[in-house]
């Protein structure tokens, strides 16, 4: 099994008629991404690597019965793209774009609440399932099938240690990239549920950043939802008051440092790494018991 992105899902590409969107559709199907068509207006009853064109959001549900949608809209147009596929029903939407304006994401969040959609991201590389799909901009060859859920702030170091377990051995379910922003569409303690009740997830593994309190958030709904655990922070040495990289990598001086957010995992029994490399040992660990 997995969460989320499951064989059930049926996928439509917003913006997919733009130059990024074109190729990544090209990818996602390669990867085995069940697509069933996408969304421009004003393109539709054209083609897209042999994908239906509609006009809307509404006009692919009733003619492919689409139920999730990737978006490479710019950051200026994500708000209405979103709303729109939320108002359309869809129950899984992914925004890819960086950069979208903070009170745009608020308003976007809170619609998907009350539909009760699930978002993810801003700023994400998106949602892997391997032997499944993917609804994002991740090599797919570096996640091999296995039974360990993974969330992660940062989509180039999830690939990193996607490679490291590959090379070790080691699959996951479900890599669900949770966006790099202050103000993200779906916190990743409320992905814990999800994994939780997933047969296949045997275990947990959290990678994370420094800035905000998402990790200790997690650590607290891992005890509403009891799993094995381990997790990497990244920004060791980043000094308090710089950014690094995304815009949620921010540590201000009373909170979000790896030691703060290590010592939160720690407490509740979650393995921490001090290395991406170490990570494949804390795994084996913590499924071990």
């Known amino acids: 099994m997995s969460i989320l992105l499951t064989p059930a899902t049926r996928a439509i590409v917003q913006g997919g008629t733009g130059r990024i969107g074109a190729r990544q559709t090209e990818w996602m199907l390669k990867a085995g991404t069940r697509l069933v068509g996408a969304v421009t207006p004003g393109k539709g009853g054209t083609e897209l690597h042999g994908l239906p064109v509609f006009d809307s959001v509404a006009e692919a549900v009733e003619r492919v019965q689409a139920n999730a949608s990737v978006s490479f809209v710019p950051a200026a147009y ?14 899984l939407v992914v925004v890819i774009a960086e950069h979208v304006p903070v009170y745009d994401t608020l308003e976007i969040r809170e619609a998907c609440r009350e539909s009760g959609t699930v978002m993810i991201g801003p700023n994400t590389p ?3 399932t391997p032997g499944v799909g993917k609804l994002g901009i991740m ?13 992660s702030r940062s989509g180039t170091l999830a ?17 669900v990239g949770v966006g790099g922003d202050p103000i ?13 009740a997933d047969p296949e997830t045997k275990g947990l593994l959290v990678v994370g950043e420094i800035g905000g309190t998402q990790e200790e958030r997690l650590a607290a709904a891992l005890g509403d939802h009891p799993m094995p655990a ?15 990289g995304h815009a949620g990598a921010l540590m201000s ?11 939160v995992l720690e407490r509740t029994g979650i393995r921490v790494a001090e290395s991406p490399r170490l990570l494949p040992a804390a795994i084996r660990e913590a499924l071990a018991g």
């Open 184 to 196: 993200i569409g779906t916190d990743m303690a409320e992905y814990v549920p999800y994994f939780a």
């Open 126 to 128: 998106g949602i892997i």
């Open 159 to 175: 690939y990193e240690v996607a490679g490291i377990l590959q090379a070790a051995g080691i699959g996951v379910t479900t890599m």
């Open 253 to 263: 001086a009373h909170q979000g440092s790896v030691a703060q957010k290590t010592g």
């Open 78 to 91: 994500v708000r209405g793209a979103a709303m729109e596929a939320v108002q359309a029903g869809l129950r």
């Open 230 to 244: 381990c997790a990497y922070i990244a920004g060791r040495t980043a000094p308090a008051g710089k950014r690094m």
């Open 139 to 151: 090599p797919a060859n570096v996640f091999s099938r296995g039974h360990l859920g993974m969330l």
